[in-house]
């Protein structure tokens, strides 16, 4: 599998885990809706600069307007709608261990509507994370309420988001993120500042630090998942960034000095053996490669043989065209590797 796309999904699960923490403190003071506007517009900030150095021009918008409205929509605005008024209804403890069901909501969609190939050892990983997480989320008080329906909608709706954004390959993952973190942030924000307003014990610094915490915690986070996401695919990257939730105990531990519990030690071994077994779920068969034109960051390899005018070496981005190409090697589904079997 590819280590560098391993690398930034894990990366992307330990800013998102060091974010929850971050987050929950700034909720005492930030009403639910305004906290995400903010977290949101974070985000966008944080890819402001990248975005603003190269804009996305006006036929990769042209090609990707589809895939983009549907992560907006589902990822941004629906999604969050959802796990607020299901939040609403139903128990923390419920909602903790229901929201694990993005990851199998991912993978599921992966599979069946986008054709994504798992094989067993990913099936296998999939159980053990989530499992891990009902570990280290049950509460054996928790009942299941009415509003479960809600925030399993609000998964589907993030696994749908995940599939398409990690398909999305002629706009830079920061022009993603920034449409994500403007469109979604203004709503949150417009709706949280027109129900409940700023929030009585709301001051200059939570405002500052819900935005630090949304450009790494979010912005950062989901530039590099979906980096990770074209290099793995959706299912392995989403399986990876799975593990966000132990990295917020080991967090809870280390620096709030937390008590470590049985359970958690228990389900952080769980998650971890779960993402070994993910790393070898690659697969090996002779496959043809269409002819294609796209713009993704790439490295110079056996898919990617073409010229400069100038000598370049390692990572770089543009528009490139592959042509026919039959061989075997060990694949995973990612932006050259979405046939069918």
């Not at 603003?52 to 999604?79: C, H, Q």
């Not at 589907?156 to 830079?172: F, P, Q, R, S, Y």
């Not at 709301?202 to 998942?225: E, M, P, Q, R």
Request: charged fraction near 15%; include cysteine; charge should be negative.
């Amino acid at each position: 599998m590819n280590q560098r796309g391993v690398l930034r999904c894990l990366l992307a699960a330990v800013l998102f885990g060091a974010a929850a923490p971050a987050a929950s403190e700034l909720a005492d003071s930030l009403p639910a809706f305004t906290l995400a506007g903010l977290l949101y517009l974070g985000a966008a900030l944080a890819v402001a600069p990248s975005t603003a150095r190269r804009p996305p021009t006006g036929d990769a918008i042209g090609r990707e307007w589809k895939p983009v409205a549907l992560a907006v929509f589902f990822g941004g605005a629906v999604g969050p709608v959802l796990l607020m008024a299901g939040l609403e209804r139903t128990g923390a403890a419920s909602a903790s261990i229901l929201l694990n069901t993005e990851l199998v909501a991912t993978v599921v969609l992966a599979a069946v509507f986008f054709r994504e190939h798992l094989g067993p050892r990913l099936l296998a990983s999939t159980v053990l994370i989530t499992g891990a997480g009902l570990i280290l989320a049950w509460d054996s008080g928790a009942g299941f309420e009415a509003g479960a329906v809600l925030i399993l909608a609000a998964c589907v709706a993030w696994g749908i988001d995940n599939c398409v954004t990690a398909k999305i390959e002629h706009l830079a993952p920061g022009h993603v993120v920034a449409l994500k973190g403007v469109i979604a942030g203004t709503a949150n924000l417009a709706i949280g500042l027109t129900t409940t307003g700023w929030g009585a014990n709301t001051g200059f610094g939570d405002v500052a630090g819900a935005l630090v915490v949304g450009a790494l915690g979010y912005g950062l986070s989901i530039t590099l998942w979906v980096k990770g996401a074209r290099e793995l695919g959706a299912a392995r990257a989403q399986v990876l960034f799975a593990t966000a939730p132990f990295i917020g105990v080991a967090i809870a531990w280390t620096i709030l000095a937390e008590p470590i519990t049985g359970d958690e030690v228990l389900a952080g071994a769980i998650a971890a053996l779960g993402v070994i077994v993910s790393l070898r779920s690659g697969h090996l068969h002779e496959h043809r490669h269409s002819p294609v034109e796209h713009d993704h960051e790439h490295d110079h390899d056996e898919h990617h043989t073409h010229l400069h005018g100038e000598v370049v070496t390692g990572s770089h981005s543009h528009a490139h065209r592959h042509d026919e190409l039959v061989h075997a090697h060990p694949h995973v589904p990612d932006l050259h590797h979405r046939h069918d079997h």
